[in-house]
């Protein structure tokens, strides 16, 4: 009973976290705005706020190209494979480094797709021939085909980083025991539908 509270209500500041987040509402442009404050401040780019307040050195931005670069020439191996197809602009790093996926399938199928795929189609990143078909239902939901868009169950994401685990060396999930089971001191919601999920 006391971890169901305990995640109804980190679930709960999540939720609430994410919507003061998504308004704007404590936005610093818009505080500026609304006080009637320099134009060139009521609106901001995308992101210029992360920019601003954390500069990169050389050496990590080099290091940030270098690795986009490499998820670029693995997601080629992956497309000339026919194991990667996506439904959404640039590159699909969750779907590279778990071996591929095809998200156009996934999104025809409505059996969910990767997270990184459902974030990007929400931030608007579909690719050309996806976007056509995406709309939104009368409470504001994602909807592909006129069926809302959902993020794979927990198992189905679970096996993708089990799937990266095996691909590039890092231990991600807990090893399992002599029973297969995971070992963990933590009790684990086991549930497979993924938090705020619901319907």
Known sequence: MRTT????GGVILLTIGYALGASNVLSPALLLAQAGGDKKYA?????????ASQ?????TKAKIKAA???LKTAMDALVNEGKYDSAI???NTFAVLSGGNNAVSDLKSSRGVDPETFAALYAGLA?????IDLGKDAEGKLTYKNRVVRIYPISEIRNAYARRSELTGEELLPAPD??????????????DEPPGDEN
């Open 5 to 8: 509270a305990t995640i109804t």
């Open 43 to 51: 609106k901001s780019k995308p992101g210029s706020d992360a920019a």
């Open 55 to 59: 500069e990169l050195s050389d050496e």
């Open 68 to 70: 986009s670069d490499a």
């Open 89 to 91: 602009k640039g590159v």
């Open 127 to 131: 690719t050309d021939s996806v976007i």
């Open 178 to 191: 002599e029973k297969g089971k995971p070992k963990s001191k933590k009790k684990v919601d086991t549930d």
